[in-house]
Structures are given as structure tokens and as C-alpha cells.
Nanobody
Framework: QVQLVESGGGLVQAGGSLRLSCVASTQTFGTYTMGWFRQAPGKERECVAV????????DYADSVKGRFSISRNNAKGTVYLQMNSLKLEDTAVYYCAAKRLITAIVRITLPTDEYGYWGQGTQVTVSS
């Protein structure tokens, strides 16, 4: 069983930045593909960023490309999401998720239901 705990959410003005963190309670963190998802009220959960086990492969949703950056520190069991140039439409609850998968290349299209572990979420609110 892997527990994921997100932090770093909050209220920020449009154009600002936030850095989300997700700490995993496993010593085999390096064997997991990690994803960041978000869900806004009335909308489906969407994957915004994914990173492979080494950090050498990443992929992003078109809506965040060039603004968000996913990274990981396997020694610390942590995955990050750096969010810059935030927009009102980035307002959502952000979740990290883990899938036991060692792969060289990751794609944003990895099915959501293949992620076996989820955090509780952290709220990000972007104001005008």
C-alpha cells in the first residue's frame, strides 16, 4: 500500500506561481510512474502531467504545456509540479497518483484507471 500526500496548494493571483509536492510512503518510489491530475467543479478529472520512473520522460496536457513542469526526487520519494503563469481556468483540486510501471517513455494518455494510488488532493485557486 502506498500513501500519497500532496501539499503546496493555495490562493494565487492570475499570472502567479505555485509549486505542489507529493510525498509517497514507499521505499520503492523509483519503480512508479507518477502523474498529476486536477478536477474542477462540474468537470471530469484530467491528467495534466506525467513522469516516468527516472524523470527522463515527461508529458503534459496541451492546456498546461510551457507553463507547468513535473519533476521528481526518488531519494526523497517526492514528485513536484511547478505551475507558472497560472490562469483562472487552472483552479481545481490537484491530485497526485502513482502507477507501478517502469517505462522509458510516458504519455499523458495513460489511462486514469491504471493509477493504483491517489492522494487526497490539494486545492489550487487562481483569482483575477
Amino acid at each position: 500500500q502506498v500513501q500519497l500526500v500532496e501539499s503546496g496548494g493555495g490562493l494565487v493571483q492570475a499570472g502567479g506561481s505555485l509549486r505542489l509536492s507529493c510525498v509517497a510512503s514507499t521505499q520503492t518510489f523509483g519503480t512508479y510512474t507518477m502523474g498529476w491530475f486536477r478536477q474542477a467543479p462540474g468537470k471530469e478529472r484530467e491528467c495534466v502531467a506525467v513522469i516516468n520512473w527516472t524523470g527522463g520522460s515527461t508529458d503534459y496536457a496541451d492546456s498546461v504545456k510551457g507553463r507547468f513542469s513535473i519533476s521528481r526526487n526518488n531519494a526523497k520519494g517526492t514528485v513536484y509540479l511547478q505551475m507558472n503563469s497560472l490562469k483562472l481556468e487552472d483552479t481545481a483540486v490537484y491530485y497526485c497518483a502513482a502507477k507501478r510501471l517502469i517505462t522509458a517513455i510516458v504519455r499523458i494518455t495513460l489511462p486514469t484507471d491504471e493509477y493504483g494510488y491517489w492522494g487526497q488532493g490539494t486545492q489550487v485557486t487562481v483569482s483575477s
